[in-house]
């Protein structure tokens, strides 16, 4: 038990990066979606729709990372791979969801997110994001 600590300690650190990094990536696509900037909209005006926003996409990609490590369990480098690929596929998935969302309701979906008032259409795009997230580590599973 005791050789096998260095082996998971490596790999714990290699996936806690690229977890670390897609949460970053998806901080990014939120914030490009929102006018303004995330980080004033949620730490400086306590915007719930953006904090919401936010929250399921971070939700969604730790349900697909966290199902990609553990159905690669026995292969760390195609564990890996794995994990960048379905990460990847679930933050383009999420936003294009947002992307939809935006376009078959009225209103630009972005606008609402820097409202002050948490608006209705915020919890259908979480929704979407989480159940995008579910859908895709059933697959992987």
């Known amino acids: 038990m005791l050789y096998e600590l260095p082996a998971g300690l490596f790999a714990a650190v290699a996936y806690g990066v690229i977890g670390v990094a897609m949460m970053a990536l998806g901080y990014?696509?939120?914030?490009?979606?929102?006018?303004?900037?995330?980080?004033?909209?949620?730490w400086v005006d306590r915007n719930p729709n953006a904090a919401l926003l936010?929250?399921?996409?971070?939700l969604g990609v730790g349900i697909i990372l966290t199902t990609a490590i553990y159905a690669s369990a026995d292969d760390l480098?195609?564990?890996?791979?794995?994990?960048?690929?379905?990460?990847?596929?679930?933050?383009?998935?999420?936003s294009l969801a947002f992307v939809l969302v935006d376009a078959i309701t009225p209103g630009k979906l972005g606008?609402?997110?820097?409202?002050?008032?948490?608006?209705?259409?915020?919890?259908?795009?979480?929704?979407a994001h989480v159940v995008l997230a579910v859908i895709i580590a059933a697959a992987i599973y």
């Not at 997110?113 to 795009?125: C, D, E, K, Q």
């Open 28 to 42: 990014v696509l939120v914030d490009l979606a929102t006018p303004g900037k995330l980080r004033d909209l949620i």
């Open 54 to 58: 936010l929250v399921s996409g971070l």
């Open 77 to 94: 480098l195609a564990g890996l791979i794995g994990t960048v690929a379905y990460g990847l596929l679930g933050l383009v998935l999420m």
């Open 111 to 127: 606008d609402e997110l820097s409202s002050p008032n948490l608006h209705p259409a915020t919890w259908v795009s979480a929704a």
